[in-house]
């Protein structure tokens, strides 16, 4: 397949776009120049080391340093969960409620799609596995926190909808049951909004880089139909699991609301 190299003056003209956006930030006094800077700072160092691990990966070989591999990216993407809440829950729930959905359905998914669809020999060889992963891990942490934050900030709005829903008999989930909804909703609209655009507003970035690298346009739309389906079941199991995992901690066995399971809001600091 004949595809186009780039070089780093390639990049460097390219990244004059972010210099651009942070002079845009500083024009209009948005205060986020640093946060543009920082960020494309991480994206490139952190995409360096993941070009230098997978070439020693897909070297290897070996199940032991691709789940390795896997778990690491799973924690990394469990604290980026955490830190996009307002109001976290209280003590290690904060950390490890999103990474052990993210974990069970990131991993479920990964592994049907390997052993029933792609079907490499062997079945976890890095260089089709861990790519799969990062690209449901991706979308199914926005989802996980989209639907934790949902929840949390729907609970702490209706409370008092809740509370006397409880108090006249009724469940702790079906006494939230909207507010789950919502939760629900939120987390699964980005996947949907995905759905609805691909082909005819966007073309997606796998799509994308395989017609790129010369690929049959055919073949790479195949690959991202099926992207996109295990994307889809990955988010709604992984959101599934965390707002109604979520709810349960911020219930209790005599069906009362439990806010006090939320850590305390941040204080603003001031400019």
């Known amino acids: 397949m004949n595809y186009i190299t780039l ?27 640093v946060q543009i800077l920082i960020a494309s700072l991480r994206m490139v160092v952190q995409l360096s080391l993941v070009a230098l691990v997978l070439k020693a990966l897909f070297t290897a070989v070996s199940p032991m340093w691709t789940a390795l591999a896997a778990l690491t990216m799973v924690l990394f993407a469990g604290r980026e969960i955490m830190a996009r809440q307002d109001r976290k829950l209280a003590g290690l729930w904060s950390y490890g409620l999103g990474t052990s959905s993210m974990l069970l359905a990131a991993t479920l998914v990964t592994v049907f799609a390997l052993t029933t669809q792609v079907r490499p020999d062997p079945w976890f060889d890095p260089r089709f596995s861990i790519p799969l992963l990062g690209m449901i891990l991706g979308n199914t942490m926005t989802g996980i ?14 409370r008092v909808a809740v509370e006397a829903q409880l108090a006249l008999g009724a469940t702790r989930f079906a006494a939230a049951r909207p507010v789950l909804q919502q939760a629900m909703r939120t987390a699964l609209m980005p996947i949907i909004n995905s759905m609805s655009a691909s082909g005819l507003v966007a073309l997606p970035g796998m799509m994308t880089g395989q017609i790129l690298a010369g690929a049959d346009p055919a073949e790479a739309v195949k690959y991202q139909m099926l992207i996109i389906f295990l994307i889809a079941g990955g988010t ?5 699991t965390a707002v109604f995992a979520a709810m349960y901690r911020l219930s209790d066995a005599r069906h009362r609301l ?12 001031r400019s």
């Open 7 to 33: 070089d780093y003056w390639d990049l460097a003209i390219a990244a004059s776009l972010v210099l651009l956006n942070a002079g845009l930030s500083i024009l209009l006094q948005l205060r986020l120049q």
């Open 145 to 158: 926190s989209l639907g934790l934050q949902s929840l949390t900030t729907g609970l702490l709005r209706d």
């Open 236 to 240: 709604a199991l992984g959101a599934i």
């Open 258 to 269: 439990r806010l006090d399971r939320l850590a305390p809001k941040p204080v603003a600091k």
